[in-house]
């Protein structure tokens, strides 16, 4: 039985791949930041009481910003494989915490490898980074592959960049099988709630449910390449069980303004809007809804924009290669962006049903 270590393994894609690595047959460990209040909704399925025998998947306390907890977990689990999975993860928010961020994605990535070669681990533990397309950030060259100069433009870009190459450095420094998924944005119905295609899809549902009235958005010209993270975490365990080490882009090809991922999703609640105004002004209104089940008026000024969003230094398009990811690891994405939105609308419109009717029966 192989043994896999997640870092992250709460977050979105934590919570898929550690799913994906049971189906196989692995025994998994992951780590857990201690917190306040329960944050393991996105595992509580696949969570296994302690008490059992032959447990498969276990959990443990950690955090990337402390060595010694690293070290000793890698210790005591001794890895055939770590995907280190675990970062603050918002772009927006790095500008406000931008030393942490840097603790956590940049030098935590160094305190994994670190630990692996002390502990004498480089011939046994491969390991994946999760690398990013925001590498990529002012555009250089599109479509973005692997060897796209990099031009990162926010802290957390800057942060993903020093673990991108110290995962490189520690590659040919050392011989250890360390690899870099450069993986595009991928959404699912699990993804953190302050992204921007879940913030939409919430968003919508909320408002076709008569929840909320008008949904805030920032930077609607954005362009993003978005995948499925179902998809995306099959590549990482993909990239690890190559002959050689090596870095991929994992994209789907595609790319799709903000703007027109809102109009995705209203359309999956029978409703149709129209963007007019510029800059600041600019706002999407109803013009025709044919699902009467849900609150919406035509001439409903759905969308407004609020400078607050706005990034100070943005990244404005991306768009990514995968030839490589397709030619090398037969890795091809299943999910296309209307099967996307489709499966996230379906998943908030049915969360905030089960909320307005919790709510309308409270004693
Ligand atoms: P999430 O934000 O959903 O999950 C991040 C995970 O990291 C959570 O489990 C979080 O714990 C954990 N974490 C945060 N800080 C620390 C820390 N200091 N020590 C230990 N764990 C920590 O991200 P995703 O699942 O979407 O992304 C996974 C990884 O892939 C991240 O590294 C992200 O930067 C990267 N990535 C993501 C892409 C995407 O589009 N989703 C694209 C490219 C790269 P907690 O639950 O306690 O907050
Ligand atoms: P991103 O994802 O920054 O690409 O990073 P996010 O969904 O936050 O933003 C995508 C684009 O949408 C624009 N935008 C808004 N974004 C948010 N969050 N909220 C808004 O209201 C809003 N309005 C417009 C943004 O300006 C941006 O251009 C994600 C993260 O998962 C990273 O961890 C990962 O590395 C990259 O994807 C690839």
Redesign the pocket.
Known sequence: MKTALI??????????LAELLLSKGYMVHG???R?SLF??Q?IDHIYEDPHIENQHFKLHY?????STNLIRIIQETQPDEIY???????VKVSFDTPE?TA???GI?TLRILEAVRLLGLTKKTKIYQ?????LYGLVQEVPQKETTPFYPRSP?AVA?MYAYWITVNYREAYDMFACN???????SP???ET?VTRKITRGVAQMALGLQDTLFMGNIDSQRD??H?KD?VEAMWLILQQEKPEDYVISTGVTTTVRDFIKMAFKEVGVEVAFSGEGVDEVAVVVSTSNPEYSFTVGQVVVKIDPTYFRPTEVDLLIGDNTKAKTKLGWEPKYNLEMLVKEMMEADVELFKKEKHLKAHAK
């Not at 950690?62 to 402390?66: F, P, V, Y």
């Not at 998924?181 to 959404?187: A, K, Q, V």
């Open positions: 870092t992250g393994v709460t977050g979105q894609d934590g919570a898929y780590i857990k930041r917190s944050n393991t996105r950690g955090d990337l910003s402390d280190n999975l675990g970062a603050m993860s918002h942490y603790n956590a994605d935590g999760a690398s990013t397309s925001e957390y993903k998924g450069i993986l595009f944005n991928h959404e699990r993804r953190g992204f978005w995948g993270a995306y």
